[in-house]
């Protein structure tokens, strides 16, 4: 008899035994929004098992709790760190060039510099983010120090707080398991990524580095091959 007992027998059992091949029709892709405003098409690094139909948290942002729907929209179409969106200002802020600059970070109650060198950027904005923010309403003493997004207090969004009362929840109520807030950032890499979006093109928007881009999202990637460089010697005269 093995060591251990049944229980020892059955896990040696378990560990035999050749694993079932992945059911993937059991998984969806999740769409950040399924509005007109945004892209038709945004696969996201999260697989949900349920059911065939899913709300969109971003759909439930704007219909149910429309004062975060901005937050959500930008977390979604920037891939942006949660923490680079809390301690963005107005003054970071060009509306009119439709161009955000991410200068530094913020967790709870502190402010530092971005998580590295490369974290510092200037973005240009989706056209549907943009016209998302420029309905942002702000206080009318509101000047360049002041918080783009804010609390209901009108305090800086803090990052813990904020997912447990209201991310997590919106989560339960559209019917997806809870995820990690910073699940957004993965959405829009994996997105641009299927979408054709040149790797280092990501990584400066995103500001990360080519190398974790291959590493944590290569499944993305497209591989065609010599496809495109076929096509291009065919249509050489």
């Known amino acids: 008899r093995a060591?251990?007992?049944?229980?020892?027998?059955?896990?040696?059992?378990?560990?035999?035994?050749?694993?079932?091949?992945?059911?993937?029709?059991?998984?969806?892709?999740?769409r950040p929004d399924a509005s007109a405003a945004s892209p038709t098409s945004c696969p996201q690094k999260i697989a949900l098992r349920g059911p065939r139909t899913c709300h969109s948290p971003v759909t439930y942002f704007r219909e149910k709790k429309p004062a975060w729907h901005p937050l959500i929209c930008a977390l979604f179409f920037t891939g942006a760190r949660p923490s680079e969106l809390a301690a963005l200002r107005l003054g970071d802020v060009d509306l009119?060039?439709?161009?955000?600059?991410?200068?530094?970070?913020?967790?709870?109650?502190?402010?530092?510099?971005?998580?590295?060198?490369?974290?510092?950027?200037?973005?240009?904005?989706?056209?549907n983010l943009l016209a998302v923010l420029r309905e942002v309403q702000h206080p009318p003493d509101a000047g360049p120090d002041t918080y783009f997004f804010r609390n209901p207090a009108g305090g800086p969004v803090t990052t813990t707080w904020w997912p447990k009362k209201s991310w997590f929840p919106v989560l339960k109520k559209v019917g997806i398991r809870r995820r990690k807030f910073y699940a957004t950032r993965h959405t829009f890499v994996s997105?641009?990524?299927?979408?054709?979006?040149n790797l280092k093109a990501i990584a400066?928007?995103?500001?990360?580095?080519?190398?974790?881009?291959?590493?944590?999202?290569?499944?993305?990637?497209?591989?065609?091959?010599?496809?495109?460089?076929?096509?291009?010697?065919?249509?050489?005269?």
Not at 11 to 26: G, M, T, V
Not at 98 to 113: F, L, N, P, V, W
Request: charged share 30%; hydrophobic share 35%.
């Open 191 to 197: 997105w641009a990524l299927t979408q054709g979006m």
């Open 204 to 237: 400066e928007y995103v500001g990360t580095s080519v190398t974790m881009i291959e590493n944590s999202y290569g499944r993305f990637v497209s591989d065609r091959g010599l496809a495109p460089l076929m096509r291009a010697v065919d249509s050489v005269p």
């Open 96 to 127: 009119e060039r439709g161009m955000i600059s991410i200068t530094k970070s913020r967790d709870e109650h502190a402010e530092a510099a971005p998580k590295t060198e490369q974290s510092r950027r200037e973005i240009p904005l989706l056209p």
């Open 3 to 30: 060591r251990g007992g049944p229980h020892r027998l059955s896990q040696l059992r378990a560990a035999q035994a050749p694993r079932r091949p992945l059911d993937r029709s059991r998984y969806r892709t999740l």
